[in-house]
């Protein structure tokens, strides 16, 4: 079982930055594949960006040259750096790992709020 713990959300302005870290409970080496999510009220929870364990990063079309996804393997973090913020990043921004230990498993943070004002 592998525990997720996501913070740095916030209330932010239009154009402002935030970076939001996962704390993962194991080796985020042992992690094939960290992701965040991120779910607006009323719509479906949507993929945002993920890091491989080799490194390799991926980005939804939205957010790609504004957020940065990274690994602190020492630390077992993983970050979102969001920059030039828009109201419509406002939601809850979850962080998922999965294929743990070469298993076809997935676990999910708790979430955390960003809020983007206009």
């Known amino acids: 079982q592998v525990q997720l713990v996501e913070s740095g959300g916030g209330l932010v302005q239009a154009g402002g930055s935030l970076r939001l870290s996962c704390a993962a409970s194991?080796?985020?080496?042992?992690?094939?594949?960290l992701a965040w999510y991120r779910q607006a009220p009323g719509k479906q929870r949507e993929w945002v960006a993920s890091?491989?364990?080799?490194?390799?990063?991926n980005y939804a079309g939205s957010v790609k040259d504004r957020f940065t996804i990274s690994g602190d393997t020492p630390n077992n973090t993983v970050y979102l750096q969001m920059n030039s913020l828009k109201p419509e990043d406002t939601a809850v921004y979850y962080c998922?790992?999965?294929?743990?230990?070469?298993?076809?498993?997935?676990?999910w943070g708790q979430g955390t709020q960003v809020t983007v004002s206009s």
């Open positions: 998922k790992a999965a294929g743990v230990n070469f298993k076809p498993n997935e676990y």
């Open positions: 194991e080796s985020i080496v042992s992690i094939n594949t």
């Open positions: 890091i491989t364990r080799g490194g390799y990063t």
